[in-house]
Protein backbone atom coordinates (compact mmCIF):
# COMPACT_ATOMS: atom_id res chain seq x y z
CA UNK A 1 0.00 0.00 0.00
CA UNK A 2 1.00 3.77 -0.65
CA UNK A 3 1.05 5.81 2.29
CA UNK A 4 2.47 8.89 1.10
CA UNK A 5 4.89 10.49 -1.50
CA UNK A 6 8.08 11.93 -1.30
CA UNK A 7 10.20 13.87 -3.56
CA UNK A 8 14.05 13.18 -3.53
CA UNK A 9 16.68 15.13 -5.70
CA UNK A 10 19.96 13.72 -7.22
CA UNK A 11 22.91 14.27 -4.98
CA UNK A 12 25.18 15.93 -8.17
CA UNK A 13 28.00 16.63 -5.56
CA UNK A 14 28.54 13.03 -4.64
CA UNK A 15 27.98 11.88 -7.82
CA UNK A 16 30.33 14.50 -9.37
CA UNK A 17 28.28 15.48 -11.89
CA UNK A 18 30.24 18.70 -13.13
CA UNK A 19 29.85 18.96 -16.70
CA UNK A 20 26.87 20.83 -18.32
CA UNK A 21 25.69 21.44 -22.03
CA UNK A 22 23.77 23.74 -23.99
CA UNK A 23 20.96 22.69 -25.92
CA UNK A 24 18.00 24.56 -27.98
CA UNK A 25 14.83 25.28 -26.52
CA UNK A 26 11.58 24.06 -28.38
CA UNK A 27 8.95 26.36 -28.97
CA UNK A 28 5.47 24.40 -30.32
CA UNK A 29 7.70 21.49 -31.42
CA UNK A 30 10.51 23.67 -33.28
CA UNK A 31 13.73 24.86 -32.14
CA UNK A 32 14.30 28.34 -31.22
CA UNK A 33 17.10 30.53 -31.41
CA UNK A 34 17.23 30.45 -27.30
CA UNK A 35 19.36 27.71 -25.44
CA UNK A 36 19.10 26.50 -21.66
CA UNK A 37 21.89 24.98 -19.84
CA UNK A 38 21.85 21.31 -18.70
CA UNK A 39 24.07 19.60 -16.42
CA UNK A 40 24.87 15.42 -17.95
CA UNK A 41 24.28 13.49 -14.43
CA UNK A 42 26.11 10.78 -13.44
CA UNK A 43 24.33 7.98 -13.06
CA UNK A 44 24.21 6.87 -9.69
CA UNK A 45 21.40 6.13 -6.78
CA UNK A 46 22.56 8.75 -4.33
CA UNK A 47 19.32 10.77 -3.91
CA UNK A 48 19.00 13.55 -1.04
CA UNK A 49 15.81 13.33 0.94
CA UNK A 50 14.38 16.48 3.27
CA UNK A 51 12.83 14.60 6.15
CA UNK A 52 12.79 17.79 8.67
CA UNK A 53 10.04 19.78 5.99
CA UNK A 54 7.73 16.91 5.20
CA UNK A 55 4.23 16.43 6.77
CA UNK A 56 4.59 13.13 6.74
CA UNK A 57 7.56 12.59 8.44
CA UNK A 58 6.69 9.81 10.70
CA UNK A 59 6.71 7.66 7.67
CA UNK A 60 9.47 8.14 5.73
CA UNK A 61 11.72 7.91 8.84
CA UNK A 62 10.33 4.24 9.11
CA UNK A 63 11.50 3.08 6.10
CA UNK A 64 14.73 4.73 6.51
CA UNK A 65 17.68 2.42 7.83
CA UNK A 66 18.73 3.47 11.32
CA UNK A 67 22.46 2.95 10.49
CA UNK A 68 21.98 6.13 7.71
CA UNK A 69 19.33 8.16 9.94
CA UNK A 70 22.11 10.74 11.18
Known amino acids: DV ?4 NVQHDC ?3 CCGSTRAVFEQQERLLSSRTKVLV ?4 TNAYLLNTYSLHNYQ ?3 SAIPISIRN
Open 3 to 6: VCTV
Open 13 to 15: MTA
Open 40 to 43: NHVP
Open 59 to 61: WII
